[in-house]
């Protein structure tokens, strides 16, 4: 079974849970009807996110997320998926959610990419929210 990893770069923050994160994001994988190769979460600061998202997506704006997917089988999903903390607790304030609940949003959002979900289009964001609402309620921490 392949690994999920958490660190930090170019920020303090301390992740809680990574148990019970590992075990609902397989979960999540498996519903999904795939297998958890080698996943890495990789939470870092708006700085460090700008500039991966400028050097290999040209895109010169801030995010929460950005996702590589370094799939090579096709039941098995594995990438690196960098997270803002800056972001993430921007848009806790903005939506009105606790920080956790906004940081496992997230989490679960670069998973579902990894499976195949977009958010390109209108019928894309729903289909990923709905998605990412669903693997919230079944949490359980």
Known sequence: MGKIHFFTEDTAYRLRQKIALRQWI?????????????ISFILCSDAQLLDINKQYLQHDTYTDI???DNSEQAEMIAGDIFISID??????GTFGVAEKDELHRVMIHGILHLCGYGDKGKQEKTRMTE?????LARRGF
């Not at 972001?87 to 806790?92: H, I, L, Q, S, Y």
């Open 26 to 38: 397989r979960e999540a994988i498996r519903e999904e009807g795939y297998k958890p190769g080698e």
């Open 66 to 68: 950005v996702t590589f």
């Open 87 to 92: 972001r993430v607790r921007e848009n806790a």
């Open 131 to 135: 998605k990412e609402d669903f693997y």
